[in-house]
């Protein structure tokens, strides 16, 4: 997406973002996690809120920590409503998208998940990186062993081409990090003018002086690239292999698994990789056979099946689709159901109350909605607290630097005398707001005549405005649409505050990025000046800060620190929330029973 500007240091950054991590402690508690790698069967409670840490060379190496009671064999079958939009890594821009792809695919870095807790750590490199030059320079060596799914090295020269690949036509939806950070633009349009990508020859911002070594050059100093070099565009990628298009059908595996058959929207079949080698991968297992995925089944009669253990239900799981609202009570008052239910926090997410600034002018009005929307009863419409903690901040706790506050303190019901005394304030009497909302799902319709109710008690009509999903994308996000109110989730690229104010408020960003055209110059101005900070730390605290300047404005209304509820059958063992990703982490997954 258009950007202001890269993010970008300007002083010698002694404190990188892995310092800063390693001084990063627990948002949150939780229990569920078994005694070894991965909490065992069973629910983490909603708020588990866990920052990342970033570990040592040694954290780097492989195996993986085992997950406890593990066995070997089988076919794991995953059903999902939808296929992927995505399997070309360098396209790959959804958190369950990443956790599942890792099956398959293996980045520079990546997180290891011990016990709940996500440390960042080499994943085909040997360690997160090493920065030079005053962090304008990192150095990644690659470790002996790594293997592509034909048993070929994979080289140095592998992961430059597959970063050069996020410069060419066609990859513009995917993380724009790579082409603005490595030619110093402020936007991927302006990078791509200076390299279009392969066709466009070698970048020599990218050099591999041996098999084993990728030295990244920027103009300006970077502290966070130990975290984009844990993306899926991160990911090698075999000139001989690249077949454009196809290979969003079919990526050549560096993986535990590799891709054996992949019919589009029908089914993706996963075996075994011979050339993976356990010792090289810290992140990892290969307990399955095989994995199934199949696509089109509605997730109510998936779950059904997999709640009443009916065909391949015991050996069947979701890592897309949650539990449906019509099965929460039961699966509740059942505790061999309950048992099945994979509960945590959707990384680091949260969902807001989205208010469209530039038609919303007055903050007075804004308060007011603040104070009227009803919190309590939209998360019971939306399926009670197993949906997320009700949130009073703009980032989510799972965010290194994260600092709690509560600008306008308002019970969970909502506030009608307090609205009404904003509303009393207003410049210009407001009777009518729209709210646009994406009709795919009974619980939105029931969450928009919540929110008519709400407003209608001081005197403001809210006239809703139900369309379908690429609609409400198109219109609601993209143009000048005449929408005021919408609910919406928000996350980072990764667990730092570094990818979101910079990314959504500052008032020069397009309409995709700063959808609800946020403007304060002052903002603005400090956006700008933390860019140039270079110690890591100091720049976190800056701009968890800063967000505490743009909430007194309230341009939108927190709503929660969203969680996920999604289901596994019986057999199915390792089941446990990613907690960066926020779905079921395939990749530790087994079969109690063959």
């Excluded at 409503?81 to 396209?91: N, V």
């Excluded at 633009?185 to 066709?199: H, L, N, T």
């Excluded at 303190?409 to 210009?428: N, Q």
């Amino acid at each position: 997406m258009p950007r202001f500007g890269p993010r970008t240091a300007a002083v010698p950054a002694l404190a990188t973002a892995a310092a800063l991590l390693l001084c990063s402690c627990s948002a949150g508690a939780g229990a569920g996690a078994g005694a070894g790698g991965t909490p065992q069967d069973g629910t983490v409670g909603s708020g588990q809120r866990l920052t990342a840490t970033v570990g040592t060379a040694q954290d780097s190496q492989g195996p993986a920590p085992a997950v406890p009671g593990a066995r070997s064999g089988g076919t794991i079958k995953v059903a999902n409503l939808d296929d992927y939009s995505h399997l070309d890594p360098q396209k790959i821009y959804a958190g369950e998208g990443y956790s599942t792809s890792l099956l398959w695919g293996r980045q520079l870095t990546q997180y290891q998940v011990v016990d709940g807790k996500p440390k960042l750590v080499g994943d085909l490199a040997t360690d997160t990186g090493r920065p030079s030059d005053g962090g304008r320079t990192w150095t990644y060596r690659l470790k002996e062993g790594i293997a592509w799914e034909d048993g070929r090295p994979i080289t140095s020269e592998h992961v430059k081409y597959g970063i050069e690949r996020t410069f060419a036509p066609g990859f513009e939806l995917g993380p724009t990090y790579w082409p603005e950070w490595l030619t110093g633009s402020e936007d991927r349009s302006a990078a791509v003018r200076k390299y279009g990508g392969p066709r466009d020859g070698g970048l020599d911002a990218i050099q591999t002086p041996d098999a084993r070594t990728v030295v990244l050059h920027f103009p300006e100093p970077q502290s966070d690239v130990p975290f984009m070099a844990a993306q899926s565009s991160s990911s090698p990628v075999r000139k001989d292999k690249d077949t454009g298009t196809g290979y969003d059908v079919r990526p050549f595996a560096t993986g535990p698994y590799r891709i054996v058959e992949h019919k589009q929207n029908r089914s993706l079949t996963l075996e075994r990789n011979p050339h993976w080698k356990a010792a090289t991968d810290p992140i990892r297992h290969q307990y399955a056979d095989r994995f199934e995925f199949t696509f089109g089944k509605k997730v109510l009669n998936t779950a059904q099946e997999v709640f009443n253990g009916r065909g391949d239900g015991a050996n069947t799981l979701t890592t897309k689709g949650q539990v449906p609202p019509e099965l929460y009570t039961q699966a509740d008052r059942d505790p061999r159901k309950k048992r099945l239910v994979v509960s945590g926090s959707q990384g680091a997410y949260t969902n807001d109350l989205y208010i469209k600034n530039s038609r919303v002018t007055d903050p007075e009005v804004r308060k007011a909605i603040h104070y009227l929307f009803p919190r309590e009863q939209a998360r019971q419409v939306l399926g009670g607290p197993r949906v997320g903690d009700f949130a009073t901040t703009l980032s989510s706790p799972a965010v290194v630097g994260w600092k709690k506050y509560d600008l306008y303190p308002v019970a969970p019901t909502g506030d009608l005398a307090k609205a009404k005394e904003h509303l009393a304030r207003a410049k210009h009497k407001v009777t009518t707001l729209t709210y646009a909302y994406e009709s795919d799902a009974p619980e939105n319709d029931r969450l928009a005549r919540v929110l008519v109710d709400a407003f209608a008690k001081a005197g403001i009509k809210l006239v809703v405005k139900p369309m379908d999903k690429a609609a409400f994308t198109n219109q609601v996000f993209r143009g000048p649409a005449p929408y005021d109110l919408w609910m919406s989730t928000n996350s980072v690229d990764w667990p730092t505050p570094a990818t979101l104010l910079p990314d959504s408020y500052h008032s020069k960003l397009d309409a995709l990025s700063n959808s609800i055209r946020y403007s304060n110059p002052e903002v603005d101005g400090e956006l700008e000046r933390i860019a140039t900070v270079g110690d890591a730390r100091q720049k976190a605290e800056q701009l968890i800060d800063l967000e505490q300047k743009v909430m007194k404005d309230v341009p939108v209304v927190p709503f929660l620190y969203t969680s996920v509820s999604q289901f596994r059958g019986e057999n199915i063992g390792g089941a446990a929330i990613h907690p960066i990703y926020g779905a079921i982490a395939a990749a530790d997954l087994y079969l109690k029973k063959q």
